[in-house]
Nanobody
Framework: QVQLVESGGGLVQAGGSLRLACVAS????????MGWWRQAAGKEREFVAA????????YYGDSVKGRFTISRDNAKNTLYLHMNNLIPEETAVYFC????????????????WGQGPQVTVST
């Protein structure tokens, strides 16, 4: 059974930084592309970032490019998301995901979801 367990959410002031981590189990971590999605209250889920399994190539949503960094440590089965210069509009639940396909911008490619920690950015 695949489990994705996130940590690192919380409250931060606008302009601040947070790091999310996701520990995966029940899968061969280094054979899966991984990523992060988020969902704000009353809105649809939004692609944030993904990282390929082979070359660790990162992909980002347009709104986070230059501020967020996705990385992975295959030895620790852990995925990270470093978020800098956060804005209040980025208040959301952030989900760690495992991909079953290679088009990372599509919900249909997501295999499993973590429980999603809350990230709240205050003004």
């Amino acid at each position: 059974q695949v489990q994705l367990v996130e940590s690192g959410g919380g409250l931060v002031q606008a302009g601040g930084s947070l790091r999310l981590a996701c520990v995966a189990s029940g899968l061969s971590f280094n054979t899966y592309a991984m990523g992060w999605w988020r969902q704000a209250a009353g809105k649809e889920r939004e692609f944030v970032a993904a990282i390929s399994r082979m070359n660790h190539t990162p992909y980002y949503g347009d709104s986070v490019k230059g501020r967020f960094t996705i990385s992975r440590d295959n030895a620790k089965n852990t995925l990270y998301l470093h978020m800098n210069n956060l804005i209040p509009e980025e208040t959301a639940v952030y989900f760690c995901v495992e991909y079953r396909g290679s088009y990372y911008y599509s919900l249909a490619m997501v295999g499993n979801w973590g429980q999603g920690p809350q990230v709240t950015v205050s003004t």
